[in-house]
C-alpha cells in the first residue's frame, strides 16, 4: 500500500477579478445597467460587494483595467462606486481616537516603492465624496452708459445752488458746460462737490462772457493740454476699466464769429 502526499503550489494564485464564468446557464445582471455581463465582455467584480459591473459603467479606464487584471497584482482591491463611499457615521464620528504609529516610516527610511506608488496612482477612482470644482468662466461686467449733460450757463458765477439741484436731480457723470463767464478769482469749490474733477478755460481779460469747461464724477480723467487751441475749447480723457478710451470736449462758438 503506498501513499502519496500532494500539496497545491499554487494555492494563492487565484485571480480575484477572473471574469464571468462561461456557463451559459447562470447570468450575472451588471450592477450599474442591470444588463448581462457575458464572457465578451470587460467586466469587474466587487470585493465588497460580489457584484460585477461593467468596466464603462463604472467609469474604469482601460490601462486600470489592465492593471487589475492582471495576475502580478492580485492582492490590490478594487471596490465599486458605492462601496468605496467613506463611511462617515463609522469613521468621523464614531471614533474619537486615530493611531498614529508609525505614520512616518516613510520618510525616516528615506525610500519609496515606486511600484507602490503607480499602483496608488492607477487605481484613483474618479468618483471621490469631494468632486473637484471646476474652472468657472469670467464673465466680462456689462458696460454702463455715461450719463452726459450739456449746459449754456450764460454766468454760472452766482448760480451755485442751481448747480446743485441739478446735480442732485439728474447725477450726471459729465458735465460740459459753456459761457461759464468765470475768471480766476472763482475756485472749482464753490461751485461744484469735491467728488468731481474740474477742468476749466476761463474767459480772457476784458473780454465779457466766454468760458468752458468739463466736470467728470468718479472717473479716473485727465486733462489733454496737447489739443489746446486759442479757441474756447477744453478737452478730457476718461478712462473706463474695460473700454477705450473717452475723449470730451467742450467747445463754445461765440455769435460774432
Known amino acids: 500500500?503506498?501513499?502519496?502526499?500532494?500539496?497545491?503550489?499554487?494555492?494563492?494564485?487565484?485571480?480575484?477579478?477572473?471574469?464571468?464564468?462561461?456557463?451559459?446557464?447562470?447570468?450575472?445582471?451588471?450592477?450599474?445597467?442591470?444588463?448581462?455581463?457575458?464572457?465578451?465582455?470587460?467586466?469587474?467584480?466587487?470585493?465588497?460587494?460580489?457584484?460585477?459591473?461593467?468596466?464603462?459603467?463604472?467609469?474604469?479606464?482601460?490601462?486600470?483595467?489592465?492593471?487589475?487584471?492582471?495576475?502580478k497584482n492580485i492582492s490590490v482591491r478594487w471596490d465599486c462606486i458605492i462601496c468605496d463611499y467613506p463611511n462617515y457615521n463609522s469613521l468621523c464620528y464614531g471614533s474619537t481616537a486615530i493611531s498614529t504609529n508609525y505614520s512616518f516610516n516613510l520618510l525616516l527610511d528615506g525610500t519609496l516603492d515606486m511600484s507602490t506608488a503607480s499602483q496608488q496612482e492607477c487605481v484613483k477612482p474618479r468618483h471621490t465624496s469631494t468632486p473637484k470644482r471646476e474652472k468657472q468662466e469670467t464673465r466680462n461686467?456689462?458696460?454702463?452708459?455715461?450719463?452726459?449733460?450739456?449746459?449754456?450757463?450764460?454766468?454760472?458765477?452766482?448760480?451755485?445752488?442751481?448747480?446743485?439741484?441739478?446735480i442732485d436731480s439728474i447725477k450726471p457723470d459729465?458735465?460740459?458746460?459753456?459761457?461759464?463767464?468765470?475768471?480766476?478769482?472763482?475756485?472749482?469749490?464753490q461751485i461744484f462737490p469735491p467728488d468731481y474733477n474740474i477742468y476749466r478755460k476761463d474767459r480772457k481779460e476784458n473780454k465779457t462772457g466766454?468760458?468752458?469747461?468739463?466736470?467728470?464724477?468718479?472717473?479716473?480723467?485727465?486733462?489733454?493740454?496737447?489739443?489746446?487751441?486759442n479757441c474756447e475749447m477744453i478737452w478730457a480723457r476718461i478712462h473706463q476699466k474695460g473700454t477705450k478710451y473717452l475723449y470730451i470736449c467742450s467747445y463754445y462758438n461765440p455769435k460774432n464769429i
Open 1 to 71: 500500500m503506498f501513499t502519496t502526499n500532494w500539496e497545491p503550489t499554487n494555492a494563492n494564485d487565484v485571480n480575484p477579478h477572473p471574469g464571468p464564468t462561461q456557463n451559459d446557464s447562470t447570468i450575472y445582471p451588471c450592477g450599474t445597467c442591470d444588463q448581462p455581463v457575458t464572457w465578451d465582455d470587460r467586466v469587474m467584480r466587487c470585493d465588497t460587494c460580489d457584484q460585477w459591473f461593467h468596466i464603462n459603467c463604472q467609469d474604469i479606464h482601460s490601462k486600470t483595467y489592465s492593471y487589475l487584471v492582471d495576475d
Open 141 to 166: 461686467k456689462p458696460f454702463i452708459p455715461l450719463r452726459i449733460l450739456n449746459v449754456n450757463c450764460q454766468s454760472i458765477r452766482n448760480k451755485q445752488h442751481q448747480v446743485q439741484n441739478l
Open 174 to 189: 459729465v458735465m460740459i458746460m459753456t459761457e461759464t463767464w468765470l475768471d480766476s478769482s472763482i475756485t472749482n469749490t
Open 210 to 229: 466766454s468760458g468752458v469747461l468739463i466736470a467728470t464724477h468718479k472717473f479716473l480723467s485727465t486733462e489733454i493740454p496737447e489739443l489746446d487751441t
